[in-house]
Structures are given as structure tokens and as C-alpha cells.
């Protein structure tokens, strides 16, 4: 079942307002001490508002009950979600559960138009965010009065033409493009460069935003998102390939090639950076090279085993994770050995 905003649909692999609290990133175990929970079981589906709950029979008392023993999670004020399912989701996928939610309780009980927005947005189209907001960003078009909205959600008075807004997942939200410049506009140069790698990848349209930026001249923002976009590209596949590249490029070494393709007996295999003149290369190794996809053990062996044929090749393999990406100094030593050796 895919991992939608709309937790309704199914479970996917795995903000705060007056009142709501923010539930914790670990997962919901049921209370010790408990007797059986309820008689009335939890409806069908995954998300509910607390009027939609009552409607199935659930008394206030048996809601309760339900929250204590873990079968219900609370994650915003009148909206709830399966334990079960809460359970199974990424960070990500929570941080769209909760997108969910809130458009759940808000988009029902009103016709202000709204649209997600921004890092909200971002999420919503599954873009690589690097260090951004949690809030919830929408768009009204009308200027919302002081503390109209949740302290969590950040309403962004503007209008839309027919082409800047979907659906996704029946969540209404800003076309990719238009999420890209609206979240660029408002990042740090490297925050832009994660985003704009990834978007270009699933279909950004780099003309368009080349575009928007000398429209935009003088805008707060765009001289960040011009640099940035000057040096995004498609090739990157994670945010931490972006940082590594844009730290390479800062220390001042030759430019790589990315995703470079060795043969070996075995197949074929990719670097992330090579430099094929010097037979030297770069992997990154994030945390979800490991864990996301097979057994941590089945991983390492065969990163080891691929390893060995390409040193057997002549290749020199520099290996860096997430730390040493903010340590220049540390970086730049490691680079002038692997590429002076």
C-alpha cells in the first residue's frame, strides 16, 4: 500500500496549536496495567475526527480508552489515527500523516480556499527537505486576521492561477514548480540546493525557475535560490550526495563525475563520485543505504564484496557519512590523499 498523506488509503512504510500536542517520533505502546480496552471496536480506516468517531458508536469514555491502551493516537486536537498504522510510518510518512490530519479538521470545517503550501507542499510531492520547518504552510487567498490559525501553521495570504494548484492525494496543494520557487524564496543557499537537486530529478522545470529569477530580482530570497539553481542538477540522489557535492565543490577539488558506471565480473557498478582519470572515488554512505531496503547484515556484506572488486581494478574508495560533511578541514585532508595519491 503506497505511503499517501491521506492515511486513510492504507499504511506506507514509515504541528503544534492551541492545544494540540505534537505525539512522540516513538512508537505507541499500549499501558501497562490495562484491562481489555473496549468493547467497541475501532472503526475501518486510519484517520477520523472526533465527531466522526462518535458517530460510529464511540462514547467519549471509550475514545479514551482507546488513546490509553494505544489502538488510537491523538495527533492533532479532534483528529485521530490508528495506533497500528502510526506505528509503521517513516518520519516522513508522519510528517504527512499530520498534514493529513490537519486538513482533515481545517479543510472540512471551512471554505477559505486553502492550499498546502511551502515545506508543506514539499512533503506532500515527497521532496528532499534538508533541515526545514515542521510548520504547516498554506495559502489563503485573503490575509488572515492575528492568531486566526493554529501557532503551528503559517498562513501565506496570495492567490493562484489554475495551474499552481492540485491534488495529491485529495490534499490540496501547489503544483511541483510553484512549490519549488515558494520553498526556495524562503531556504538557505544548501536548504535550496537538497530541494532543487531532488526536484529536478522527478520532473522540475529548470527553465521555468531560471525564469521566475530574473522576474524576482530584488526579492528576498532569490539571490540564494539563483545560486543554488545555478548549481543544482539531476544526478544527486539523496540529500546527503547534494551536501557532499556542494563541499567537494566549496573545498576547490576538480569537478566529479556522479553516479560513475565501473564493470566488473559481477556487473555493473556505480560511485557516487568518481574521478575516472585518477581511478579515485567518494561513496557516501547514508543511514539508508543500510537499512532501508534489505537486511543490514546482506548489505555490508555485499558492499564489502563490490568493494574488494573494484580495488582489485585499481580504484581508491574514500568513504564519507554525515559528520564529515561539517567538518571541512577534516574533509579537505581526506580529499587531497584520495586525489594526490
Not at 481489555?36 to 471496536?41: G, K, L, Q, S, V
Not at 503544483?175 to 530541494?195: E, F
Request: charged share 30%; net charge positive.
Amino acid at each position: 500500500m503506497p505511503d499517501v498523506a491521506d492515511p486513510s488509503r492504507g499504511a506506507p512504510p514509515r504541528d503544534r496549536s492551541r492545544g494540540d500536542a505534537r505525539p512522540s517520533a516513538s512508537p505507541v505502546r499500549p499501558a501497562s496495567g490495562l484491562k481489555r480496552a473496549t468493547a467497541i471496536p475501532v472503526p475501518a480506516g486510519n484517520l477520523w475526527r472526533t465527531e466522526e468517531l462518535r458517530a460510529q458508536g464511540l462514547s467519549k469514555r471509550h475514545i479514551n480508552e482507546h488513546l490509553r491502551s494505544g489502538s488510537l493516537v491523538r495527533v492533532r486536537t479532534g483528529v485521530m489515527v490508528r495506533g497500528a498504522f502510526w506505528n509503521e510510518l517513516s518520519d516522513d510518512g508522519r510528517e504527512r500523516a499530520r498534514l493529513a490530519a490537519y486538513g482533515r479538521r481545517t479543510i472540512v470545517a471551512s471554505a477559505d480556499g486553502l492550499t498546502f503550501s511551502h515545506t508543506s507542499a514539499a512533503r506532500l510531492h515527497r521532496l528532499s527537505l534538508w533541515d526545514a520547518d515542521r510548520l504547516i504552510h498554506v495559502i489563503i487567498p485573503y490575509h488572515a486576521a492575528k492568531g486566526s490559525h493554529a501557532t503551528d501553521v503559517r498562513a501565506h495570504a496570495g492567490s493562484l492561477l489554475p495551474g499552481d494548484r492540485m491534488e495529491i492525494d485529495g490534499l490540496p496543494v501547489t503544483s511541483l514548480d510553484r512549490t519549488i520557487l515558494d520553498c526556495a524564496l524562503m531556504m538557505s543557499y544548501r536548504q535550496g540546493l537538497v530541494l532543487l537537486d531532488h526536484a529536478l530529478r522527478v520532473g522540475g522545470n529548470r527553465q521555468w525557475l531560471e525564469l521566475e529569477c530574473v522576474r524576482l530580482v530584488g526579492v528576498r530570497g532569490v539571490t540564494a535560490f539563483r545560486r543554488a539553481l545555478a548549481f543544482a542538477g539531476p544526478l544527486s540522489e539523496s540529500a546527503g550526495e547534494t551536501l557532499a557535492r556542494d563541499a567537494i565543490a566549496k573545498l576547490g577539488f576538480p569537478e566529479p563525475v556522479l553516479q560513475f558506471q565501473v564493470k566488473t565480473h559481477r556487473g555493473a557498478n556505480r560511485f557516487d563520485f568518481a574521478w575516472p582519470d585518477r581511478r579515485a572515488a567518494v561513496e557516501f554512505d547514508g543511514k539508508s543505504k543500510y537499512f532501508d531496503y534489505k537486511p543490514t547484515a546482506e548489505v555490508i556484506f555485499e558492499e564489502r564484496r563490490r568493494e574488494k572488486l573494484l580495488t582489485e581494478q585499481g580504484w581508491r574508495i574514500l568513504r564519507i557519512e554525515w559528520k564529515d560533511l561539517f567538518d571541512e578541514r577534516g574533509l579537505k585532508v581526506r580529499l587531497l590523499r584520495l586525489l594526490g595519491g
